[in-house]
């Protein structure tokens, strides 16, 4: 394993465990997700899983890899995001973390895309793994790494979330419109590599009174203000955030500032996974009516008319080799 100069990484720096962190709503995709992480994750990692159902027992990836995992009950609030922070309080031992959710997303025409494309974006195979894990630790600097396309305009996708960011800001301490202007960016979909020192504000608040009861929320949650502060917060500990391209070109002797410049100069560039569906779904999906209507589908009859609008055709963008 080869640090970012190319030089052998030292092996008190590659042999520490990442831990892994996943969200579990929906059954049928974590048993796929977990394949995944068996395929590509190459190194000894923790792994906890959380999960809203009672009784559940999700299944454990067949890896040698895997030194130990936790299956922990939570209530149906606050997404995958508090189920999250409540899991970075455990007792782990880790620098690099993943957090990986099974998303559908099923407000939008093409949620069921980012669900199997964001995971393989960060976990597209060995090699790349390696690579990301043994950057990210030798260099401190590399707080975020998000999928491809996945680093955007934090102005252009704020949508009704500024009021919750600046109520979980404060609950933070943290100076919201300073972050702004250093970090006009963020992690959209909550799927991404960090270094645990990032998320040290968040492991140390307790926000749970902040999470509204699940009730379909499509934007203007805690859980939203979260996803979009998770970049600033870690921007603001001497890092950066970067894409997974990013970092497959990165020149460690650049500066903290020239880094940021680069990846922000690529921010909303690639639209791989935000790319909206057909103009007439979006209009009908605006409307209230049609939008509760559309949830109220079976899960099958959604997948349909995401079909049949185009929501199922992207593919995902294999990022290069790092």
Known sequence: MA???GSPAPAALSSAPVAVF????YEDVWAELADVI???LRHPFHLVLTTPHDGAAPKIPDSPFLLSHRILAC???????LPFLEALRLPI??????KLHTKRSDHRLEGAHWGRALPRALLPDPPTVARLIAAMTADTRLKIVAPRGMLVSLDRWIGRNLRPMRQVAERLRFDLPAARQRTPVFCAGSMFWFRRDALRRFEGTDLTDLFAPEAGQADGTAAHACERLFALVAEAEDGVVLTMDDVGVLDPAQTL???RMSARARADEHGTFLRQPPLLARWALALPGLRRLYQA???GLRRAIRRGAGGGRHSAARPPHL
Do not use: Q
């Open 3 to 5: 640090s970012l100069d």
């Open 22 to 25: 996943v969200h579990v709503y």
């Open 38 to 40: 068996s395929h590509a």
């Open 75 to 81: 209530p149906n609030r606050g997404r995958d995001i």
């Open 93 to 98: 031992d880790f620098a690099v973390g993943l």
């Open 257 to 259: 500032d020239a880094l």
């Open 297 to 299: 589908f079976p899960t």
